[in-house]
């Protein structure tokens, strides 16, 4: 399956501490949400093609670009190599280092941690301060990354904007497919997805971690669970409240891959299966860039 849009990749940190997050952009905004509820997005975004690795978050704490981040020993589990998927992350900690992205290249924090324990809870955004958003109180609308919300994350994985004959559609699986992937315990194959494995074994590389969904992500389906941004019961307004997570993991069966399933837990929690992706906000179209280097050039010429 080939993916549907570009991939991008931005740049994070500096010399022996820097890597890259590359992002697949989520277009053809306005789409209706699936009959579960989830998946319209009125605009468009990029979303990770892949989870969060361990050296990422190895290259954050060596940084010190806030408070460490901790991650689970997989010795036990396949592992602990730098391309695995970081594990044993709270909510908490996952949005403290997409703030981080955030801030290490001048944009607004998206969320509003008051306190300095790598664990406390958010606060909400208020409508006194710059960026507050009435819809969504959990993330500022000046950031330029942030977790995905259900609908975001829902979409990435099983909408498909050449479905129904290019009218759109969804799929039941991430992998662009009503019937359950075919098990793997690595590989990049098509149609496949990394769960239904021994818990001795571990997630995958995640750059290895089974078939694409249509717009071009790894991995919504098995190898992790996933932090998504949003409160288990809509709108964001409670700080301590429950957040959603999907996809299962790769100890997991088939029932919990389905668009269909969701599950939510405790902002302060840690799982060994429990990873994350991270969202942003659009790259700058073709002609958008190029108009900027134009107005660019004109506005030193008038100087």
């Known amino acids: 399956m080939l993916p549907l849009s570009a991939v991008d990749a931005d740049t994070f940190g500096s010399g022996a501490n820097e890597f890259t997050i590359d992002f697949t952009t989520i277009g053809n905004a306005g789409n209706a949400a699936d009959d579960t509820g989830y998946g319209a997005v009125g605009y468009g975004y990029r979303i990770g093609t892949y989870e969060v690795s361990r050296g990422m978050i190895e290259k954050y704490n060596a940084i010190g670009g806030g ?22 992350v709270s909510w ?32 909400l955004w208020t409508s006194g301060e710059e960026g507050y958003n009435a819809a969504n109180p959990f993330r500022n609308s000046k950031a330029y990354y942030f977790l995905p919300s259900e609908d975001e994350w829902y979409k990435a ?19 662009g497919s009503d019937s359950a992937p075919t098990v793997v315990a690595s590989g990049t194959t098509s149609g496949t997805a990394v769960y239904f494995q021994p818990l001795a074994t571990g997630p995958a590389d995640i750059t290895n971690a089974g078939g694409l969904s249509p717009y071009g992500t790894m991995a ?35 029932g919990t891959l389905v668009s269909s399933d969701r599950n939510a837990t ?20 073709g002609c958008f860039a190029t108009l900027l280097c134009v107005l660019g050039v004109v506005l030193r010429r008038r100087r």
């Open 92 to 123: 908490n900690e996952a949005a403290r280092f997409v703030n981080w992205l955030n801030t290490s290249k001048g944009y607004s924090p998206a969320y509003n941690f008051t306190t300095g324990g790598f664990n406390d809870n958010i606060a």
């Open 157 to 175: 994985a099983y909408y498909d904007p050449n479905a129904n004959g290019g009218l759109g559609g969804y799929w039941d699986y991430a992998t």
């Open 220 to 254: 919504q389906n098995g190898n992790v669970w996933e932090w998504g941004e949003s409160g288990s019961t809509p709108p964001n307004n409670s700080a301590s409240e429950s957040r959603i997570n999907r996809g299962g993991g790769w100890n997991n069966v088939s």
């Open 67 to 88: 408070p460490t981040i901790t991650l689970a020993d997989m010795t036990s589990f396949g592992g602990n190599g730098a391309d695995k998927p970081a594990t044993e």
């Open 266 to 285: 405790g902002p302060t929690n840690e799982f060994d299966n429990y990873g994350f992706r991270v969202a942003s906000v659009p790259e700058p179209s």
